[in-house]
């Protein structure tokens, strides 16, 4: 019997092609296993102390169960996405940010786009020593 896997322990999974026109849009790469190996390819060279965004995701049956979206402007993102080694997400994705400040920009319209249909219980912080207020409010 074929599993249905548009619920799976009460929950809804999704990854449209809204959500694939919207990663693709904002610049995010496929998802890749989050795993040292690839960890080691994505951020190779000065990509490795680079800053940026990134969606965690864990997958069943080729569909979205839960996913988080998070950003890293204190560490590298690389290193960021290595703390995950071990948890329930075995896929990420990921872009780079310019500065601290386009991080969270991107982190907040994320937030947004997925809300919802993400792990993520609370809105993003405003950025350490600022006071910066989301622009992607919606409603
Ligand atoms: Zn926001």
């Given at each position: 019997m074929q599993t249905d896997v548009s619920t799976f322990a009460g929950r809804k999974m999704d990854?449209?092609?809204r959500d694939y026109d919207y990663l693709q849009s904002h610049g995010y790469s496929d998802d890749l296993q989050l795993t040292?190996?690839?960890l080691d390819l994505a951020f190779a060279g000065a990509?490795?102390?680079k800053i940026g965004n990134y969606i965690v995701e864990e997958h069943f049956q080729g569909n979205?169960?839960?996913r988080k979206v998070g950003q890293a402007d204190k560490q590298p993102l690389k290193d960021r996405l290595a703390t995950y080694f071990g948890?329930?997400?075995?896929r990420f994705r990921y872009k780079f940010a310019?500065?601290?400040q386009a991080a969270y920009d991107?982190?907040?319209r994320d937030y947004h786009h997925f809300d919802g249909r993400s792990d993520n219980e609370n809105h993003p912080d405003t950025l350490d020593g600022t006071k910066l207020t989301c622009p992607h409010r919606i409603g």
């Open positions: 990854m449209s092609f040292q190996l690839d990509n490795a102390k979205v169960l839960h948890s329930r997400y075995t310019g500065s601290a991107q982190e907040c």
